[in-house]
């Protein structure tokens, strides 16, 4: 099973700052990774898949880069709609499919 | 508009039984893989189980294997799990996907909840 980990748990970004999410997946998952979004309360948003590519009606402030085994979501510009907190998960090598603890963004 | 709703979700007691239901709508169902991923109370997301459209292929968590089922029904556009021999722990919103290994459209989600 690849175990994907996140850093760090908490990142507290005033708004209008640039915010950097790290994940790592335990062994190579080429560019088979996905990031999402998730609100109090709602259902995860599908933003980046491939490791880079923004899912339909992303905006590109939002952008994700990596390969093999490291990976990054950078937020560019923080608005307050991007509170939240964000998974990544692996489609490499399955089953399982797994994700990330995930990492919660909040105001500082 | 794609549209996934989940119902059957509720409260039962450890070993009992539930069936979730995942009625789709807005897309060609039967053309498409099919998941279901879970999310315990304040915790993050789970993949459990997922099946290709012809019911050909079925791959389960490890934790839920022998205790769940997942099925389909493409004449009735809608994808279910059944579950068995529930766990305290697999107590969780479980949440519908239109999905092969990444999703793209999720449902709502319904509760389960296994406590005596």
């Known amino acids: 099973e690849i175990v994907m980990t996140q850093s760090p748990a908490t990142l507290s970004v005033s708004p209008g700052e640039r915010a950097t999410l790290s994940c790592r997946a335990s062994?190579?998952?080429?560019?088979?990774l996905a990031w999402y979004q998730q609100k109090p309360g709602q259902a995860p948003r599908l933003l980046i898949y491939?490791?880079?590519t923004r899912a339909t009606g992303i905006p590109a402030r939002f952008s994700g880069s990596g390969s093999g085994t490291d990976f990054t979501l950078t937020i560019s510009s923080l608005q307050s709609e991007d509170f939240a907190v964000y998974y990544c998960?692996?489609?490499?090598?399955?089953?399982?499919?797994?994700f990330g603890p995930g990492t919660k963004v909040d105001i500082k | 508009e794609v549209q996934l709703v989940e119902s059957g979700g509720g409260l039962v007691q450890p070993g009992g039984s539930l069936r979730l239901s995942c009625a789709a709508s807005?897309?060609?169902?039967?053309?498409?893989?099919m998941s279901w991923v879970r999310q315990a109370p304040g915790k993050g997301l789970e993949w459990v189980a997922n099946?290709?459209?012809?019911?050909?292929?079925?791959y389960y968590l490890d934790s839920v294997k022998g205790r769940f089922t997942i099925s389909r029904d493409n004449a009735k556009n809608s994808l279910y799990l059944q579950m068995n021999s529930l766990r305290a722990e697999d107590t969780a919103v479980y949440y519908c996907?239109?999905?092969?290994?990444?999703?793209?459209?999720w449902g709502l989600g319904t509760l389960v909840t296994v406590s005596s």
């Open positions: 062994q190579s998952i080429t560019n088979k």
């Open positions: 491939g490791a880079s």
């Open positions: 996907a239109r999905a092969m290994d990444f999703v793209v459209f």
């Open positions: 807005g897309f060609t169902f039967s053309n498409y893989w």
């Open positions: 099946m290709k459209q012809d019911e050909s292929e079925k």
């Open positions: 998960q692996q489609y490499n090598n399955w089953p399982p499919l797994t």
